[in-house]
């Protein structure tokens, strides 16, 4: 089992920047792709953006441009980097990571304010 530790939210004014963090700890050897997922208020979760063991990225149509994720697996950490922060982005973020089964983190909270 993986646990995921988020930190790095808040916050913020819109066009202003924050960035998450998450560390993994447990039996991590075996995943192959973290990332984030997000949930607005009244909203389901979704996908915002991954991260392969190979570096390979993918992101929502919505965060393009605006996002950009980065990992260490040596370290387990992946990261966030938000920018340009729009008032839709509030939501819970949630770390996610696949390792043969799906991994959650308890979410921390971007709130942007416009």
């Known amino acids: 089992q993986v646990q995921l530790v988020e930190s790095g939210g808040g916050l913020v004014q819109a066009g202003g920047s924050l960035r998450l963090s998450c560390a993994a700890s447990g039996i991590i050897s075996n995943i192959v792709v973290m990332g984030w997922q997000r949930q607005a208020p009244g909203k389901e979760r979704e996908l915002a953006a991954t991260?392969?063991?190979?570096?390979?990225?993918n992101y929502a149509d919505s965060v393009k441009g605006r996002f950009t994720i980065s990992g260490d697996y040596t370290k387990n950490t992946v990261y966030l980097e938000m920018n340009n922060l729009k008032p839709e982005d509030t939501g819970v973020y949630y770390c996610y990571c696949y390792s043969g089964g799906h991994n959650w983190g308890r979410g921390t909270p971007v709130t942007v304010s416009s």
């Open positions: 991260i392969t063991r190979l570096g390979n990225t």
